[in-house]
């Protein structure tokens, strides 16, 4: 909810409205003075309601209550920034909601790191009935995130995200593993690594 904002003047004062009468009665233009105070922050938040609609523009406060319009829970801990983006690419990471891709996406908003999936799943065709079936018989993904400091990632609440956005029937596992620059400049896996 907006509040008063000192020196906000409304651009539809009410003081100039008055019939000729009231127009010179100081006590009926300080009452409506007061009035166009209260009722600035009002007519600015409805003019500039598309921008209160646009992830990147809308104030702080206000976002949180954006994300619940798209059904993306913020976490507190994360930086401005950060619960912008997932306030923005919310459509984007429904639609691919359930691929190795989407989960991939999401993660990588959540925790700032790379991610690696893997899955040993697979399909296959054939023409011949009786063919070896792809992947193995019981399904599984196993999540592995490179990022800087993996004492700074809380595993339960990764372990919960990986578990709402997988399908359902899908075991998974998830690895948080430092990440160090390699002499290329690449990503090496140090030494540090927890399970899940």
Request: aromatic content about 6%; glycine content about 10%; cysteine-free.
């Amino acid at each position: 909810m907006r509040g008063s904002i000192a020196g906000l003047a409304s651009p539809h004062p009410l003081g100039p409205t008055l019939p000729a009468l009231y127009q010179e009665d100081d006590f009926a233009q300080s009452m409506l003075a007061a009035l166009d105070e209260v009722l600035a922050p009002v007519i600015s938040t409805l003019d500039n309601f598309d921008t209160y609609l646009d992830p990147h523009l809308t104030p702080d406060d206000f976002l949180t209550w954006l994300g619940g319009w798209v059904g993306i829970a913020i976490d507190d801990a994360w930086s401005m920034e950060r619960r912008r983006e997932t306030v923005a690419r919310a459509v984007e990471l429904y639609r691919r909601r359930g691929t190795a891709a989407g989960l991939g996406e999401q993660i990588e908003i959540h925790t700032g790191g790379t991610v690696e999936i893997t899955e040993n799943g697979g399909t296959a065709w054939s023409i011949d009935p009786g063919g070896e079936l792809p992947g193995s018989p019981k399904p599984l993904v196993v999540v592995r995130v490179h990022v800087d400091d993996p004492k700074a990632i809380d595993p339960v609440r990764l372990d919960a995200l990986v578990a709402a956005a997988k399908p359902a029937h899908v075991e998974h596992r998830v690895e948080i593993v430092r990440a160090r620059k390699g002499a290329a400049g690449g990503v090496a896996v140090g030494a540090d690594t927890e399970t899940k």
